[in-house]
């Protein structure tokens, strides 16, 4: 008997563990699929219409050539100088239109940004987030409720973002107070007493933090919220974002999760080298440009990069992600959308460039950033419902500003990788 039981026993464990590899494996596969670029592989043809996206796609020779004859094609007429011209001096009227047609509902937020971009956030808060998510996947399989999306928030995280960041509290240089605390510190932000000096410091937003971040082409606010979702929680960080659509800069001021003291959304236009910023040269950890370099004309683009490396701190890193050579997007335009060489321009008046990644390491090593990633990233979108498959192409990039010089050896430390 006592033997029966024993076996009764082991084929119940059994089962159970059986029931949690399922579960696990259930998760796993709707997940967002691991870093860089995502590990969905399509092996089986057959089943291209079970996802919506699959990783690291392979292009065939005739593939490759199909699509560079479909741009020499579309490239053969282009654009009206006197039209180019306006496009170029009436960028910003353009893009007022698209955000005032589309206001925050055309695209959606970037959750994918601390996957593929963890060094947005210091290294603490980073570590801080890998142990949370670990917890959060173990919460996920054991959990009899069905399953939490891995890139929004828990109940209880959402009521510590409004705590923290909402109209019950407010913070200041990333640290959470009540209004009373945060009055008085406003009133006197070294805390002294009134009648000190407040020392030479110079002041600016996010003078007093200790890790900065700075978003170019915000828009409406795609990566500025899921960002500030975990700045809420990370002291000492801020979060600067600029757009050169008024409209783009409104949109963001005005949701309910903007908050001054964590955050700096402003009005510039990268474009023009005499337009300061409101803060100083080398003092940002991180630069994200992100589908926003592609909007610039190739003429005027290596200049901007220059510009933004003097913002980087030595060590600092910017982060980039744009249009690859050969994406669907630049496929589907007509002639007469062409305003020079894979440079295009929407119905709306909006402008494209496709980049190679030998272009984007050209222009950020001139710019005196060394490679730390540069990556094709190939992808098959498809659209389930309509049965259609669209080949998309996008670059993705990593680069830092070399550390300062070494006295001793100033070759070595400002040798820069090779474009790969």
């Not at 999760?257 to 990268?270: L, R």
């Amino acid at each position: 008997m006592g033997s029966l039981n024993k076996m009764n026993f082991i084929t119940r464990l059994s089962a159970l563990f059986l029931r949690k590899s399922k579960i696990q494996q259930r998760h796993q596969s709707s997940r967002r699929p691991a870093v860089p670029l995502g590990s969905r592989i399509l092996t089986d043809p057959s089943k291209v219409f079970e996802h919506n996206m699959w990783d690291h796609m392979q292009w065939s020779q005739e593939e490759e050539e199909a699509a560079r004859e479909k741009v020499v094609e579309n490239s053969v007429v282009k654009v009206q100088w006197e039209d180019q011209d306006k496009y170029e001096r009436e960028a910003s009227k353009y893009w007022n239109e698209f955000y005032k047609t589309h206001k925050n509902n055309f695209f959606k937020d970037r959750n994918w940004l601390f996957l593929e971009f963890p060094e947005i956030l210091p290294k603490k808060r980073r570590e801080e987030l890998k142990t949370e998510e670990r917890s959060s996947e173990h919460t996920q399989i054991n959990s009899t409720n069905g399953f939490l999306h891995k890139n929004e928030m828990s109940e209880e995280g959402e009521e510590n973002w409004k705590k923290n960041c909402g109209g019950g509290s407010t913070s200041v240089q990333g640290y959470a107070y009540n209004k009373n605390q945060a009055k008085s510190l406003a009133d006197n932000p070294q805390g002294k007493n009134c009648g000190e000096e407040l020392g030479s410091l110079e002041s600016f937003p996010g003078s007093d933090a200790t890790y900065r971040i700075l978003e170019v082409g915000c828009g409406a606010g795609n990566s500025v919220f899921p960002i500030l979702k975990v700045l809420c929680n990370t002291p000492g960080t801020f979060l600067y974002c600029c757009d050169f659509a008024s409209g783009a800069v409104e949109l963001v001021k005005s949701h309910s999760s903007y908050n001054s003291a964590w955050c700096s959304a402003f009005v510039h236009d990268v474009c023009d080298d005499a337009l300061p910023y409101p803060f100083p040269d080398e003092i940002l950890d991180v630069i994200l440009l992100v589908f926003v370099l592609s909007t610039i004309h190739p003429d005027r683009m290596q200049a901007v990069v220059n510009r933004l490396a003097k913002l980087l701190k030595p060590g600092g890193m910017l982060l980039f992600r744009d249009y690859g050579r050969y994406d669907t997007a630049q496929l589907r335009f007509k002639k007469g959308h062409c305003l020079s060489e894979n440079f295009y321009v929407r119905g709306d008046g909006t402008r494209v460039y496709f980049f190679t990644k030998d272009e984007v390491c050209s222009m950020f090593n001139f710019a005196g950033l060394t490679e730390v990633q540069n990556l094709v990233d190939r992808r098959l979108q498809v659209n389930r419902k309509k049965k259609v498959k669209m080949q998309r192409v996008w670059i993705q990039s990593k680069f830092q500003k070399p550390l300062l010089l070494s006295p001793d050896n100033p070759e070595e430390t400002t040798e820069r990788d090779p474009c790969r």
